[in-house]
């Protein structure tokens, strides 16, 4: 069987001779030119929002199903490569700032719970460093310094106190105090009150946390508490003046002299608080019946 013979193609491809390439397209005016410059960099050249799928607008919801305005291409419909690029940089940045502030985060734990404790003590100079925090997620190396300068001064002032504390504190023979309230409980007195010339002690609620121990305050202070006896040991405060527990020892050793002290220097009773009026009772430093509730 003779092979169909082909038939010749035209020069150039074409079957027709009238068929030919389309003249390129020429842009004419300035605008025009701008335009197809910027189309063939990538910057207009607009597709369908796959989102809302051309329309501008979405839905969402499968029992009340609402509508509104697509915001990945803005309610237009369309999309640019420029555009699309751009939001997902945008979207890779959120993320990779996200990130850098969690991180930050878990290394400066605490710095910045150091930070949020002056704020709450009334530093706007600290808040200001929130408000830098909460804007950029982070803070610079120069306000670390800071915050790290500023709680090593704290840590070095609070741990001199803490030294003047136990200074101030320590072991107390409480014996003898104890029998006092003892024995002003057995008689039916139910907040009893041991009042010297600075120091006054009174027996902790049996109910709270601290039951069983002794209070003490200090009327130089203005009546400030000033720490606790617990298990025979004084338990001084911050607030403590220095011979806050050589006082303590001397009531401890001879509790009847401190109330008869009190009771001649300020002319009232150390148990009840009351003036000493009774002639006897003023010698004494302590009214009769109070001595017996006291066990004195």
Same mark, same amino acid.
């Given at each position: 069987?003779?092979? %169909? ?262 002319? %009232? ?28």
């Amino acid at each position: 069987m003779n092979a %169909t013979a082909q038939e010749p193609r035209k020069p150039g491809g074409y079957l027709f001779e009238d068929q030919g390439e389309l003249p390129a397209y020429t842009p004419t005016t300035d605008a025009d030119i701008r335009k197809q410059a910027h189309i063939v960099n990538g910057g207009d050249a607009s597709f369908d929002c796959p989102k809302c799928h051309g329309t501008g607008r979405v839905t969402w919801g499968y029992v009340n199903i609402k509508s509104g305005p697509c915001f990945k291409c803005k309610a237009t419909g369309k999309m640019t490569a420029q555009r699309e690029k751009a939001q997902v940089a945008y979207k890779k940045g959120a993320a990779t700032k996200a990130m850098n502030a969690e991180k930050f985060r878990d290394d400066h734990r605490a710095e910045l719970a150091y930070m949020h404790k002056r704020i709450e003590k009334g530093s706007n100079y600290y808040y200001g460093f929130k408000v830098r925090l909460d804007a950029h997620g982070t803070l610079n190396d120069g306000v670390i310094d800071i915050i790290r300068k500023d709680m090593a001064k704290d840590a070095e002032f609070y741990a001199a106190k803490d030294a003047e504390r136990n200074a101030a504190g320590g072991e107390v023979g409480v014996d003898r105090i104890d029998a006092l309230f003892a024995t002003a409980t057995a008689n039916g007195l139910k907040k009893p009150i041991f009042r010297t010339e600075r120091l006054t002690i009174k027996r902790a609620p049996a109910t709270g946390r601290n039951a069983g121990a002794l209070y003490v305050t200090d009327r130089d202070l203005g009546g400030e508490y000033v720490g606790k006896i617990v298990n025979g040991k004084f338990e001084a405060r911050r607030e403590a003046k220095p011979d806050t527990l050589k006082l303590l020892c001397e009531i401890a050793a001879d509790p009847l002299d401190a109330a008869v002290r009190y009771g001649r220097s300020t002319g %009232t009773c150390c148990a009840c608080g009351r003036e000493l009026t009774d002639a006897d009772s003023v010698a004494a430093g302590i009214g009769p019946i109070c001595a017996g509730n006291f066990g004195l």
